[in-house]
Nanobody
């Protein structure tokens, strides 16, 4: 059974940091591209960061220089280190796995940036 379980969300003040983690199981993790998406209230889900099975990464312009995505194939985990957080980063963050026609989603973890 495929599972993606996010953790690490919470409430943080502007300028603070959080590290999200996504634990994967039930599929060939090392073959999949892994992504973090987010969805704020009233907005569409957007791609935040992605890491290919090669290790290459890509980021949305809004988080470039502040967020870092990484993966540990041995542990079947993907991480999102978020620094210099802003109120506009507030959203539910989702882990996504993608390979050819296969795509899997986690349940999401809430990140709230507020003073």
């Amino acid at each position: 059974q495929v599972q993606l379980v996010e953790s690490g969300g919470g409430l943080v003040q502007p300028g603070g940091s959080l590290r999200l983690s996504c634990a994967a199981s039930g599929f060939a993790f090392s073959s999949f591209g892994m992504n973090w998406y987010r969805q704020a209230p009233g907005k569409e889900r957007e791609l935040v960061a992605g890491i290919y099975n090669s290790g290459d990464t890509n980021y949305s312009d809004s988080v470039k220089g502040r967020f870092t995505i990484s993966r540990d194939n041995a542990k079947k985990r993907v991480y999102l280190q978020m620094n210099s957080l802003k109120p506009e980063d507030t959203a539910v963050y989702y882990c996504n796995a993608r390979f050819l026609n296969n795509a899997y989603w986690g349940q999401g973890t809430q990140v709230t940036v507020s003073s």
